[in-house]
């Protein structure tokens, strides 16, 4: 007979009660092959004197047990494991072994995405961290949101957003974004031409498995571009072309050239604060490249990942603002406003694109979350929203000056950069007798932790030797610690 005695251990002071304890042990025995199809267990009062527990312990696990088709019980004859399962070999006792090959090695096959992986990031305890544009999620506005959070959740009027919705999105959110973005991004847009998500990552994710997922279709994005939405467009199964970007943003003139000698699908640009680069697109680019997809019958996705945070002047508005034939679908989102767990973002297209993007969200996520989409539409609605992007708007303004002061001042040597009319990061490059991989080691040994991977920013190899530095989610004293450690990083190159 199997012994029990010795290999079930109940812990009497657990969360678990020790009957499920129980239950627990002998279904991993019969799972494992221990206790074969058909084995007769030893009866209740038999069991309870070897574990020294109470019989009725024993009588509630069998009957848990038999409940979920472990064992059964044959008059006159015993309890016995149910004989209709399946025979299992044995396996080795060794937990160890067992919890290693279950964690660490699947025993199936899936489709694996080379493109996908990052490498880790050795970063060294208490360091400082230099990201690539964050906000300051110290700033977030909690105590508010807190508060009509909480009075939204208190109103049985709303009870009903606890239930599923639309796949659109919270309905008042889509009527406040409306107005909104009607209002401070010269949109013409009602409700049927917006769709919430999950942050703008989920938009791009969306966009690009409807307007790439068939064959060789092309997608044209710059020379420089945000990391994860290559990725993104690879996924969907897009073929990337890249194209030059310069000082007035991406080169429309270039893409014309391309569009003359085969098909465009799609072209993806952030044409506030090109992303890594922080370049505006010019209005006469803007103009050219709306007539260019007007002509060869392209999408554009224009990610307006940062609109709020311009410092030179007002925000330019977006090229969904001059759009007149549809062909652009803006995407942006609060993330980069408050913080970046606030994952809410949205789409904004025309109907027929939105209904569709809407139908293939609904097999992804199905809707968000809509009391915390009901919290920021009235948010919006009060002026919260507007009174926080003012407030962060001077702190991030007066960081960057400080930022770029002390850049100028002290590694103006090493790097090569310009001030970035807005965005949250610098883009910097770094002097070609130098080599980030030398910096990145030197900053990581001194408790700075510069980048998770500095070639991100070159996804086609064209060697450009520069990478973002955002400075937005470092206070004053903290960019001053940053700066310390980069001179102290060239010191000991240099030494």
């Known amino acids: 007979m199997f012994p029990f005695k010795n290999n079930i251990i109940l812990v009497r ?11 627990d042990q002998i279904i ?8 074969p199809p058909s084995t007769k267990l030893p009866g209740s009062r038999k069991l309870a004197d070897d574990l020294n527990i109470h019989r009725k312990t024993v009588i ?21 494991v149910m004989a209709s399962l399946p025979v299992i070999k044995p396996k080795n006792f060794d937990l160890s072994v067992t919890k290693s090959k279950t964690k660490n090695k699947s025993n199936f096959s899936y489709t694996t995405r080379p493109h996908l992986v990052r490498r880790p990031t050795n970063v060294a305890q208490h360091s400082i961290k230099i990201d690539d544009g964050i906000p300051d999620h110290r700033l977030a506005p909690i105590e508010e949101i807190a508060k009509v959070y909480r009075n939204i959740t208190k109103k049985t009027h709303y009870q009903e957003l606890l239930t599923y919705g639309s796949i659109y999105g919270n309905l008042d959110l889509r009527k406040t974004l409306a107005t909104f973005l009607n209002q401070t991004r010269g949109l013409r847009v009602t409700i049927d031409n917006i769709l919430i998500t999950r942050g703008s990552q989920m938009g791009i994710y969306l966009v690009s498995q409807l307007l790439l997922s068939s064959k060789n279709k092309f997608i044209v994005v710059g020379n420089t571009n945000y990391m994860t939405a290559d990725n993104t ?23 014309k050239k391309l569009c003359e000698t085969r098909k465009i699908d799609v072209v993806y640009v952030t044409s ?17 490249l709306l007539q260019l997809a007007q002509q060869y019958h392209f999408a554009i996705i224009e990610d307006d990942y940062d609109y709020d945070f311009h410092y030179s002047n ?31 973002g949205y789409l904004v297209a025309p109907t027929d694109f939105v209904e569709e993007a809407a139908r293939l969200r609904r097999i992804i996520d199905r809707q968000g979350d809509t009391i915390l989409e009901q919290t920021l539409s009235q948010m919006i609605t009060t002026g919260d929203i507007q009174r926080h992007c003012s407030k962060v708007l001077k702190i991030y303004k007066s960081r960057r ?8 001042e002290k590694l103006s040597f090493y790097f090569d950069f310009e001030i970035p009319k807005g965005g949250m990061a610098v883009w910097v490059k770094l002097h070609t007798s130098y080599n980030w991989d030398d910096v990145s080691e030197k900053a990581t040994a001194i408790g700075l932790n510069l980048s998770t991977n500095w070639r991100r920013y070159d996804n086609n190899n064209s060697g450009h030797n520069g990478i973002r530095m955002g400075f937005a989610s470092l206070n004053e004293q903290e960019i001053y610690q940053v700066i310390d450690k980069l001179v102290k990083v060239f010191e000991l190159i240099e030494s």
Request: contains cysteine; proline residues 5%; hydrophobic residues 40%.
């Open 272 to 288: 506030h604060h090109h992303h890594p680069t922080t370049v505006t697109l010019s209005a006469k680019r803007r103009m050219h």
């Open 401 to 408: 000056d400080l930022f770029c002061k002390l850049l100028e």
């Open 233 to 255: 467009f690879e996924e969907a199964g897009g073929k990337i072309i890249y194209i030059p970007v310069d000082k007035e943003g991406l080169d429309t003139y270039a893409l």
């Open 13 to 23: 002071n657990h969360t678990r009660n020790l009957y499920l304890q129980l239950c």
């Open 314 to 344: 007002a925000p330019i508005l977006p090229l969904a603002s001059n759009d007149e034939d549809g062909n652009v679908i803006y995407i942006g989102g609060f993330t980069k406003l408050i913080a970046p767990s606030m994952r809410i």
């Open 60 to 80: 509630a696990a069998y009957e848990e047990l038999a409940s979920q088709g472990w064992i059964e019980t044959i008059p006159a004859r015993g309890t016995f």
């Open 28 to 35: 991993g025995f019969i799972k494992s092959g221990k206790l």
